[in-house]
């Protein structure tokens, strides 16, 4: 609910803002270590090493490969057919990061306490770990230890640091003691099902390595699984330093230098740690796999002391410099965003994938929540940013599903479907890892999900030979799963309907017509059938191949088509909305009052059926479908639902607020939009859901870089076409933007002036902002001046009476002439209430609480004769009741090019313009009686629009009641109110007679 987020922690900012590019923590506080290791933690894709200090023991530090993981049976004591029957747990590797400092037989350690003198740094612009602890030694004598860490981009199983010792006024004797760890098990389960896991007899064995009697470095093989990984290190140790020979103990090895210090000495030691993978414990041939795991840990250690640490570092500074000069978002006004978003930006470029066989999982390379898994929000979160700013990431990831498509496959024959391919909710390997079907199996929104992702990626990147070539057959085959958990229901019309899914709302499950499963599928289905048709001329070879391969038929893609068409996605006769699903708006709504703050998020506190069984949404699902298909419902279904699923939806996901955020945006509500993009943008920094020390939440993290783009930069795509339309946040002077598109750079700047377009590089480029063209060519960038409406006006359309003339008194009289026949009251102040409601609707209104009842044909009779004593009265009106300026008004509005319409839901609107003189003037006059919804729906104004061929955004309404100008605002037009400011409050902006309009202040030229 947007009121009550109550059971989010409020803010309490530890991490420095600063200069926008650091995370900083003074200090040492224990409560917080275990969260300050997440926002800390480094990573390359591959490996993934948690912020633990050097010094300090911590049960939830540790290091990851995403590679590497453990596949356990799971048990139940009732299973039927078809339930997963493993779990994939990525389990804590060998953990390399740490060196302890010994000063004359002292370890050095770091008193807890916000005043310790430890200073932690996160550079984003580098990628660099950066501590530095000031220590005083008991005998006497203070050192200066200030350590580096990073994880390469460049070399994907090397972690390197460095550390240097200096001393201010200690004399005497220093060891570092350098150590390979290992022997942490995974996190046990618990109460928190997003935690946590019972391997059972799985694991993982460590076996340090001794050739020659030489521990030089650690084995660890799953037990289960039999996955290996290996784990090797080396050091540059710096003058004045001396090695002694590694040493074994119970979980570790280690190694000692030495030296010895006075005032103002220094001693640095560079350590390399090279880790090495594989799937299992032999190769191909029968081979063990330890000797090569050896040799090619081996080598990454010689290369990097070839190269050296500045090298190293460098290479990681280039890396993320040509990341940042992409992905980089500026925000003037408001530090603390501003480091946020490039903190998200960091954890999301750190922990993809780079090898097209792992992708990125809930938490990233950070923790171990969620078992390391992937989900659906991989592809509908986080895909789109990189799609968006490292669009090789995003293919990496896409790489990743088609590699697991033969799991799909799998998986949908143990569903139960004859034929096509059911990706898992949650998984590592590729099978389903989710013990809970409900709430898991049963969410098949996945494949449409995995499919919006493709699809995305080919419009960004325009790369369709990948598609053709890789990721059609992942397409076809998801898609073919539809017609089997649906079917055209004569009951719904001959309407295509899905049954018993469960959308992305987790806390409503099995459900039949979960909405935004049917929207999505209705994309994919249209989708994959267009693809189909395309590839039959432009990819011939490789459709055919694929066709061939799978048995797919012409037959078949008609079916998708025609399914696609006849989606069943229908609106709430009563409350104007989409249903969530076809029983949700019978529930009664969850108790919300009287639920206590500390019993949220629920699922942790009410069992699942208590829960299910009322209208609470634990995260956005109808309002997605407003996003991620928005291109097929019009602006005033989108508030209608924003609004209603708002008041029920409790953001125990933290997913959510960033959907609500940029629908908030797109409906024009700026506080609602930064309230829920600051909630989405700190939720790790500020630990707002208190779950950041399992890992950093990824989907969230991209949430908010979707915020800044999506949100109030407004961009949007079809058809190859790349469209804005900015909005200046409140508190903010100032936001830039990064996008790559088909293989262009560009750049959004957006201030109070207006927006900015600059193309850094590629072909020239049309986009469109505010629905108007803008062309951008290298060297000339584009500056769209901010006018009194964010869109250039091209079209005006007009209500008609009370703007173009006083019909008001006619209506009046005629409406009171029927009032008195039918013997119920009515007055001017009545009068003032039907204003823009059509003929039915004002009957109703003067009928309500009048005790009069009517028959439906009785109605209609009476809203005749009412009209017939107003065409009485109107008969008499000629060009000389115009209101004065209206005739000019029209004429320099043709003049300047401008289309001209009238959105009367008088339908006398005809016959009245012609004996005004004026209808020779107007492109088009709606056709009141056409009209589905009168005013307050957005459909006469967006009517009059589409024939004018203009579109909402470019047309500017004008209107005298509240009802025409809420109209107007849910077609997503701008409005001009005729009449009080303090009546016509939604109004963009309002004059007291029409007169008083003036071209060259509310239109500006496209």
């Keep these: 609910m947007a009121e009550r987020l109550s059971h989010v922690r409020a803010g309490d900012v530890r991490a420095d803002a600063g200069d926008g590019w650091t995370i900083r923590v003074q200090g040492f506080d224990p409560a917080t270590a275990a969260r300050d290791e997440s926002l800390f933690a480094l990573a390359n894709g591959a490996l993934g090493v948690r912020g633990g200090v050097d010094g300090i023991d911590s049960a939830t530090d540790g290091a990851f490969l995403a590679a590497f993981f453990e596949q356990a049976p799971i048990h139940y004591h009732e299973k039927f057919t078809g339930f997963a029957f493993t779990t994939d747990t990525r389990v804590p590797v060998a953990d390399a990061k740490h060196i302890r400092v010994v000063l004359n037989g002292e370890t050095v350690g770091v008193a807890p306490g916000p005043d310790a003198p430890l ?42 640091l460095r550390l240097t010792i200096r001393s201010i006024d200690y004399t005497g004797p220093v060891t570092c003691l350098s150590d390979l760890r290992w022997g942490r098990r995974a996190e046990g389960q618990g109460d928190d099902p997003r935690i946590g896991v019972s391997l059972g007899s799985g694991g993982v064995d460590f076996q340090p390595i001794l050739p020659e009697s030489r521990p030089v470095a650690v084995r660890q093989t799953a037990r289960l699984s039999r996955r290996t990984a290996l784990l090797r290190q080396d050091h540059v140790a710096g003058p004045g330093l001396t090695a002694e020979e590694p040493f074994l103990s119970l979980d570790s090895i280690s190694q000692a230098f030495h030296a010895d210090l006075a005032p103002g000495g220094v001693v640095t030691l560079v350590k390399f740690a090279a880790y090495a993978w594989a799937d299992g414990d032999r190769d191909n041939d029968g081979a063990a796999v330890e000797d090569r795991l050896m040799q090619e840990a081996a080598a990454t250690l010689q290369s990097a002391k070839e190269a050296g640490w500045e090298v190293i570092a460098a290479e990681q500074a280039d890396d993320l410099a040509r990341f940042w000069a992409d992905a980089d978002v500026v925000i003037e006004g408001d530090a603390g965003l501003q480091q946020a978003i490039r903190f998200n930006l960091f954890h999301l470029y750190q922990s993809t994938g780079r090898d097209g066989a792992t992708s990125i999982a809930a938490k990233g390379l950070t923790g171990e929540g969620y078992e390391g898994h992937y989900f659906w929000d991989t592809e509908t979160f986080i895909l789109p940013v990189l799609a968006f700013t490292a ?5 990496r990831m896409l790489e990743y599903r088609i590699g697991r498509l033969d799991r799909a496959r799998a998986h949908a024959r143990g569903m139960g479907h004859r034929a096509g391919a059911l990706f898992p909710w949650r998984t590592i390997a590729g099978d389903e890892c989710s013990a809970h079907y409900p709430s898991g199996s049963a969410q098949y929104h996945i494949n449409a999900d995995i499919a919006f992702a493709t699809r995305l990626y080919e419009e960004a990147t325009g790369d369709s030979a990948f598609l053709y070539a890789h990721a059609a057959e992942m397409l076809f085959e998801t898609a073919r799963i539809w017609p089997q958990v649906g079917h055209f229901n004569a009951r719904k019309g001959g309407a295509f309907t899905i049954h018993e899914v469960t959308g992305p709302d987790e806390y409503t499950a099995l459900v039949n017509n979960n909405f ?3 929207a999505m599928a209705a994309a994919h289905l249209a989708h994959a059938a267009d693809l189909y048709r395309r590839m039959e001329t432009q990819a011939p070879a490789e459709l055919a191949t694929v066709a061939t391969r799978i048995g797919l038929t012409a037959a078949e893609v008609t079916l998708w088509a025609r399914a696609a068409a006849a989606m069943y996605l229908p609106t709430d006769p009563d409350l104007g909305v989409s249903p969530q699903d076809d029983d949700f708006l019978s529930k009664p709504v969850w108790p919300f009052a009287d639920t206590p703050a500390d019993r949220y998020p629920l ?22 479908a407003m996003l991620l298909a928005g291109n097929r419902f019009d602006r005033g279904l989108k508030q209608r639902n924003f609004d209603y699923y708002e008041a029920v939806t409790v953001h125990d996901s933290t997913l959510s607020p960033s959907t609500y955020g940029i629908l908030a945006a797109e409906l024009g509500d700026s506080d609602k939009a930064i309230r829920y993009f600051t909630e989405t943008a700190r939720i790790d920094l500020d630990d707002l859901h208190g779950n950041a020390s399992h890992g950093v939440h990824m989907a969230a993290m991209a949430g908010s870089w979707l915020g800044v783009a999506w949100g109030f930069g407004g961009m949007r795509w079809q058809g190859g076409e790349l469209r804005f339309a900015p909005v200046l946040p409140p508190g903010w002077a100032r936001y830039e933007f990064g996008i790559r598109w088909r293989g262009r750079r560009l750049r959004v700047a957006v201030d109070a002036a207006g927006t900015t377009y600059c193309l850094l590089s590629g072909d020239e480029l049309t986009i469109h902002h505010h629905g108007g063209a803008v062309m951008l060519a290298v060297g000339s960038d584009r500056h769209v001046a901010a006018g009194p409406f964010p869109a250039p006006v091209r079209a005006l359309i007009f209500d008609l009476d009370g703007v173009l003339t006083d019909t008001a ?32 609707g004002s009957l109703e209104r003067i009928l309500a609480g009048s005790g009069k009842m009517l028959t439906a044909a009785e109605k209609l009779e009476a809203a005749s004769r009412k009209n017939g004593y107003y065409q009485d009265l109107i008969a008499r ?6 209101f004065e300026g209206v005739r000019d008004l029209l004429l320099s509005a043709r003049q300047a090019g401008l289309k001209l319409g009238v959105a009367s839901a008088s339908r006398n609107a005809p016959a009245l313009l012609t004996r005004l003189g004026i209808i020779d003037l107007f492109d088009h006059v709606a056709d009141a009686g056409a009209i589905p919804n ?19 955004p470019l047309c500017l309404g004008i209107e005298d009641s509240m009802a025409g100008i809420t109209a107007i605002r849910q077609a997503g037009m701008p409005a001009v109110g005729i009449g009080d400011p303090a009546i016509l409050t939604e109004a963009d902006a309002v004059i007291g007679h029409i007169r008083d309009f003036r071209l060259d202040r509310f239109v500006r030229p496209a």
Excluded at 122 to 147: P, S
Excluded at 391 to 395: H, V
């Design 119 to 160: 200073t932690r740094e996160l550079d984003l612009a580098t990628g660099r770990l950066r501590t530095l602890h000031r220590f005083m030694a008991a005998q006497g004598g203070a050192v200066e230890i200030a350590t580096e860490r990073l994880v390469s981009f460049a070399r994907p199983g090397l972690l390197a």
């Design 391 to 395: 669009p090789q990431l995003a293919r």
């Design 516 to 518: 935004y499963t049917n």
């Design 603 to 624: 699922l942790l506190h009410y069992h699942p059926l208590a829960i299910y069984r009322h209208q609470v949404c634990k995260q956005a699902d109808v309002v997605l």
């Design 809 to 840: 008194e006619g209506h009046y009289q005629a409406w009171q002439r029927l009032a008195d026949e039918l013997g119920v009251p009515f007055d001017r102040e009545r009068n003032e209430a039907l204003k823009g409601i059509d003929r039915m």
């Design 877 to 882: 009106f000629t060009p000389e009741d115009l």
């Design 934 to 952: 009168p005013k307050p729906a957005p459909d006469i104004f967006l009517s009059v629009a589409r024939a004018l061929d203009v579109p909402a």
